[in-house]
């Protein structure tokens, strides 16, 4: 990267490259308490703002929201991954998650395991202290030393990169974005931290940051800063839910359009990196805020609709009969074992091999076949989450 590649504006930010003298590197700037002031993206954040709170009303009223979101945390894993090349989709996941054997499955499976695990680790530190405080440099770093505990040494799992890196492939004199060096990542990441992680207005403030400004500027700082030798995209996209999460909203999901328009994306986010431009990377934000709120809202809806109907079909069981307890469960595990529903439920393997029966007889569950493992999947399930 050379100096022509960054607007004017964000010159000073640049520093020499130690490993390569003529290339720079760009430090952060100060994280924004703000968005620039434009009418069209604010009336976006205003309607982001009004999709999370339809989102967050439609969570409280349907039933086995739990589950539904177990599910799409599931997709979000899938979905976060595929943007950074693996191949794994979600039934292949959840075979994984239902089986623990990778037997006919893409090698990097585990790798969209860890996303999950990471996704939990976040989620469950947040919900424990039901505050923004829980979003800290730690946490990022503990998600990060899970995401990435299978790679390389040379990863540094839970460590920031202790070497120069760039974004694009070939030369550092024609990558995309080169970052700051090692020895500025800590200071651009406390400053990350104490500005908008644990966001809270500020005596000499007269504005509130809206929660979806919030997960813009967050998510494009940590970005900007790319504190690890591998994995930022993915810990940076667990940052936005759990910035959601802590403020008491349904922990979202963006992946997915993010994953449908990745050009957009990419670019976008060297538009703030390069020229301080945050208006495509809000509006791109907003619109897949937007769009993921009520897609989430219909899935779930859709998911009951499709219980509903399972029940139907079991109508003839009696009323303490194993089955009819695995329809809400299965919006949780769309693809089971036997193994799996003995040990949810706490019955025998032989009480859940039958209630699986029960299930496909009735056409609720199907076997694929050519598996070594035998699982079952709830195709309704599978194709509706597919359809967005």
């Known amino acids: ?196 992680l644990q966001y809270a207005p500020r005596e000499d403030e007269s504005w509130q940051v809206p929660v979806v400004a919030q997960i813009a500027i967050a998510h494009a700082q940590f970005e900007t800063i790319h504190p690890f030798v591998d994995g930022n995209g993915r810990i940076g996209r667990l940052l936005m839910p759990l910035i959601l999460a802590a403020e008491g909203y349904p922990p979202l999901y963006l992946s997915g359009r993010l994953l449908r328009h990745r050009r957009a994306y990419y670019d976008a986010l060297a538009d703030v990196q390069l020229r301080a431009n945050w208006g495509p990377w809000t509006r791109l934000l907003c619109l897949s805020v937007v769009e993921a709120s009520d897609g989430a809202i219909a899935i779930a809806k859709d998911l009951d609709g499709i219980r509903k109907n399972w029940m139907s079909r079991l109508a003839d069981l009696r009323s303490d009969a194993t089955a009819l307890r695995l329809p809400a469960f299965l919006l949780g595990h769309p693809v089971v074992s036997v193994t799996q529903v003995a040990t949810a439920f706490g019955i025998s393997f032989v009480a859940a091999n039958r209630a699986i029966e029960q299930l496909v007889q009735r056409g609720i569950l199907n076997e694929p076949k050519q598996r070594r493992n035998r699982t079952f999947h709830a195709s309704d399930v599978l194709m509706r989450l597919e359809r967005e």
């Not at 997709?75 to 006919?104: K, M, P, V």
């Open 1 to 196: 990267m050379r100096r022509a590649d960054v607007s004017n504006a964000l010159h000073r930010y640049l520093v020499k490259c130690t490993s390569h003298p003529n290339c720079y590197a760009l430090v952060a700037p100060a994280t924004p308490r703000r968005l620039p002031d434009d009418p069209a993206v604010a009336h976006l954040v205003m309607l982001a703002m009004q999709a999370l709170e339809r989102l967050k009303i439609a969570a409280e009223l349907l039933p086995n929201g739990d589950m539904v979101t177990r599910t799409l945390a599931r997709r979000e894993a899938a979905q976060s991954s595929q943007i950074e090349g693996t191949r794994t989709q979600l039934h292949e996941l959840l075979e994984y998650e239902a089986t623990q054997s990778r037997d006919g499955l893409p090698p990097d499976a585990t790798v969209t395991e860890r996303y999950v695990q990471a996704l939990q680790f976040g989620l469950a530190s947040v919900r424990e202290t039901a505050a923004r405080r829980a979003l800290n440099v730690p946490l990022v770093r503990n998600m990060h030393a899970i995401l990435m505990q299978d790679g390389p040494a040379h990863v540094r799992a839970g460590e920031y990169r202790d070497t120069q890196v760039w974004i694009g492939s070939g030369r550092i004199e024609d990558a995309v974005f080169v970052p700051a060096p090692p020895d500025r990542i800590a200071g651009c990441m406390d400053e990350l931290e104490q500005s908008m």
